[in-house]
């Protein structure tokens, strides 16, 4: 692909054709001041479609947040205009406050300070449940 437009950042490519909206709203990337793109639908031979984002900064990215949306995602890291890591993703065990229990009853609903906090439960079916009150995610 054409990292030509960045010098120094990350993109996030391989993403799951339809994926890339919800991780760019998982990972707050609306709220950076750098320029963020997203291509959506860009063609692949190997998945056939794919969105990519292309971040023009040096931020810290959550690797668990990635993985937890599309553990087929990879991560570039470009500095000076060169391609300098290119890491594999994979589902994090536990995610801590990216996600929010759904269910009304769980404590975290209730009890303002307490981390929200998923664990993998099923690594073929990504499937995370809270570790309170064990609702699924998604
Ligand atoms: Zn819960």
């Given at each position: ?98 996600i929010k229990c759904k269910n009304p009853r769980c404590i975290t609903s209730c009890e303002?300070?307490i981390?929200h906090i998923f664990k993998?439960t ?6 995370y449940r809270c570790i309170y009150c064990e609702t699924k995610a998604n």
């Amino acid at each position: 692909m054409n990292i030509d437009s960045i010098t120094n950042g990350i993109v996030i490519d391989h993403i799951t054709a339809g994926n890339g909206m919800k991780l760019y709203e998982l990972l707050g990337l609306g709220e950076l001041e750098c320029s963020v793109a997203i291509i959506k639908n860009a063609s692949s031979g190997k998945i056939g479609k794919k969105d990519i984002i292309k971040i023009d900064a040096d931020i810290p990215v959550n690797f668990d947040v990635v993985g937890f949306v599309d553990p087929n995602a990879t991560i570039n890291i470009i500095k000076d205009g060169v391609l300098v890591e290119k890491r594999n993703i994979e589902m994090p065990e536990h995610l801590v406050n990216v996600i929010k229990c759904k269910n009304p009853r769980c404590i975290t609903s209730c009890e303002q300070e307490i981390d929200h906090i998923f664990k993998l439960t099923d690594r073929e079916h990504n499937v995370y449940r809270c570790i309170y009150c064990e609702t699924k995610a998604n």
